[in-house]
């Protein structure tokens, strides 16, 4: 049955008509797929990097301006460390068995700022439209963000904690994937780091799901079980041998489906009750076209991660436990 959208009636903020033009009547889900029933890969919309020069290049342009208008902001990323700069793999590999490299890799990422750490086989699906695997294994990691940072949302140039605080940990989780790109390839063994903002050449968040860091939230981000959505991915692609994980599911899904609070907290109103079809998949999604003017208005907005029960500080670990019994004990 059909759920009520809380919406109903109510008007939706709109964006500035200057940053709606900017989009020339293309749209972002169009090329996200929304609709479209059979699988295939991602394409990028942006953030593929700091040149893209793609149709949304202009649109990209424009949030980029916008956050560094705001000094804070500039700044952090501008002055980062984000890791070392990396060496080629060393000529003779190391010889150990996967679960021996699995337990090596997840210590040496929890010893250099990673705060969770899952392993996945990599599915051609995940890599974005125009690039070809590459390596077959990912390492996942997640960072976790500081919620105290989201007294003032949305994100203000006055307040932009929020904003700075996601700057923060996307570069903690860049040095993260960097020096254990850098360990992997002391091994003898290929390794490519991604982290954010800038998206690379593959999706981390199936990712992510695949290696045991989450489920999927309504409002598009991930829920872990320890951090709510309250973190950001960062990842190294390899050829290393290792153990994948498997998807880590704690009743979040079905959670979503029975909670409206992002729904409703949504200034655009960007955030659907119902799944949607995506590339070929039932999925939660978020309507970018109506999502990215406030994100952009707001340095990230960010809402709807903060408003989320799963996020709030000491929460999670119990809500997955309850709800793992409620809704996952005949499966
Ligand atoms: S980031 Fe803001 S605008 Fe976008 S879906 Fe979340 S609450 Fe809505
Ligand atoms: S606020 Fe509710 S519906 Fe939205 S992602 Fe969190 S649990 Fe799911």
Known sequence: MPRKNPNKGKDPWLPDPEFEALFSGRSGNDVNGLGETDERKPTHIFWLQKSHTGPFGDVQDAVVERHNSVPELDEVYRTAQRGPRLREPAAEKTQKSAAEFTDEIRNFALGHEADQVGFANIDPL??????????????????????????????????????????????????????????????????KPHAGPWVGTLNLIPAAIAAGLGELGKHGSMINREFGSSFRLAAVETDLPLESNSPDLFGADDFCTRCQICTNACPPQAISIEKQTVRGVDKWYVDFNKCIGYFNETYGC?????????STPGRAEGMAEKYTRVFLKDR
């Open 126 to 191: 995940w890599v974005y439209e125009g690039f070809e695997q590459e390596l077959p294994r990912v390492v996942m990691m997640v960072v976790a963000m500081d919620h105290e940072r989201s007294q003032h949302l949305p994100p203000t140039h006055e307040h932009p904690d929020w904003a700075h605080e996601v700057a923060v940990q996307y570069n903690r989780g860049a040095r993260a994937a960097a020096y254990t790109a850098e360990h992997i390839r002391s091994l003898g063994y290929q390794a």
């Open 302 to 310: 960010a809402i709807c991660l903060a408003v989320c029960p799963w």
